[in-house]
């Protein structure tokens, strides 16, 4: 199929919003959803009216606590809206997974102008929890009774993520020569563009000797290689093109998109660690579009924790195979001035765990040349992948 004809391109973002991000905020998980929404909807030069179309992920969630607090339903009875086509999903390509929907929705004729959204309450239930009970509710995890790909974590008492992607990080530093030293500038780096970034969480300077000094949370990684819980809430409004000359602002075209299937059950019992099931996202971006990875002027790139930010640098091409630790050693190369700017906003190293939706926001920012202090000169092409069970990543760009 060629290229031109991939739904995607049918496609624009034409809004983007944030709210206020807090450890913990003083609002409402639903207060933080509507200030973002209200935002993607004003920037569009969009009326609530207009919205014919919404989704979220993963949609509302009892557990893990904080992890999913909003759902469709709530929010469209609180801002008054009427959409024909609503979804939400906790399976399949996790944070893209609404929006790849959305694309789909849009370019079937079902709706003109899709909302989505992604609120997390994760600091505010991690302050409110205080006993060891609580504590494993936070993962969801009370239940006397594990199932799924738990049954196979649980007894070697991998309760958390941490451990699981260890073993990755094991994996790689043992098969590339990669050291902790090399993955420790992924973490500083975080927290350089994070004090440029008025909206991060985390902005006090942070060298590669504090992060060398800080405790293992699981071998190789330390405090500072784990992304942070936050309260905040992300929005994307995504538009038919047939709908440009409506809107505010210059469209972000959706160049390509790309998506795979991994996770607990499959990934961690897989024969290779040093790799993920990225790969297969990063080939089908690839092949949805005539641009090259040499034409990625900036880079959003999922960092739940420090190792998948090298993994995934090198599923989009961004670098070779083995080759990401050396390219961001000394973070040189990953700066403001570099050649390959990462993680603007801080990621969530250092803004804040606002589950991949984050960096969707930030590329938006970034394209519309309204990143202030931190923005990237003639930034016109940004990759984003998100994800480290399912997996998904967008080439945006703008005219």
Known sequence: ????THAEKRVVISGAGQSEVGRPSTKTALQLTIDACSQAIREAGLKPSDIDGLTTYPGPMPEPKGFSPVGPTELMFSMGLNPSWVAAS????????AIFSAIQAITSGMCKHVL???TVSQATVQVQAKTSAAQSNLMGRGSTRISGGMAWNVPFNAV???????LYAQAYFSKYGATSEQLGAIAVNARGMAALNPNATLRKPLT???YMASRFIATPLRLFDCDIPVDGSTALVLSH???IADLAQPPIRIESIGMSIGGFGIGLHQGDFTTMASNKAGDMLW?????KPADVDVAQIYDGFSILTLMWMESLRLCGRGEAAAFVEGGTRIGLGGELPLNTSGGQLSQGRLHGYGHTYEACVQLWGRAGDRQVKDARVCAVANGGFGYGALLLRRD
């Open 1 to 4: 199929m060629p290229v031109e």
């Open 90 to 97: 906790t399976d399949g390509h996790a944070h893209m997974g």
């Open 116 to 118: 989505i959204f992604r």
């Open 160 to 166: 958390s993520a941490t451990p699981m992607y260890a």
């Open 208 to 210: 590669i000797e504090d």
């Open 241 to 243: 093109v047939d709908t």
């Open 287 to 291: 092949s949805r579009t005539d641009l």
